[in-house]
């Protein structure tokens, strides 16, 4: 029997290596869009870009969706613990530390915000 060119496999004629493999990502679809729903469901509306409805719809879309919310869907805050961090502290130290060495006499050239960011004079 000649086969077709356009012939799918079926799961039995892949080997099980590949069986493995497919498993292995389907997996790893599942938990990450759970674990996204699941943040999605419990973060209030707020902390979400968007509405929620077109995240939920976003998060279906195979491995992209779940890291796109991630990354573009959830506002993150900096509480004031974690503003008094050492983290933070060093962070801050190094600002300082910046601006010192730049002969800036801290007219914007360097500002502090809960995200760091650096605007350059000009």
């Avoid at 469901?41 to 992209?64: L, T």
Wanted: overall charge positive; some cysteine.
């Amino acid at each position: 029997m000649i086969p077709k060119k356009n012939a799918r496999k079926t799961w039995h004629d892949l080997t099980p290596k590949q069986q493995a493999s497919v498993l292995t990502l389907a997996s790893i679809q599942v938990v990450l869009a759970a674990t996204a729903w699941t943040d999605l469901a419990r973060r209030p509306m707020d902390q979400v870009r968007g509405s929620k409805r077109k995240w939920a719809a976003v998060i279906a879309v195979n491995f992209i969706g779940p890291v796109l919310y991630f990354v573009r869907g959830v506002r993150r805050y900096i509480t004031p613990a974690e503003d008094q961090s050492p983290r933070f502290r060093s962070a801050r130290f190094v600002l300082a530390v910046a601006v010192a060495v730049s002969g800036s006499s801290g007219h914007g050239c360097l500002t502090y915000r809960p995200r760091f960011s650096a605007r350059t004079c000009g």
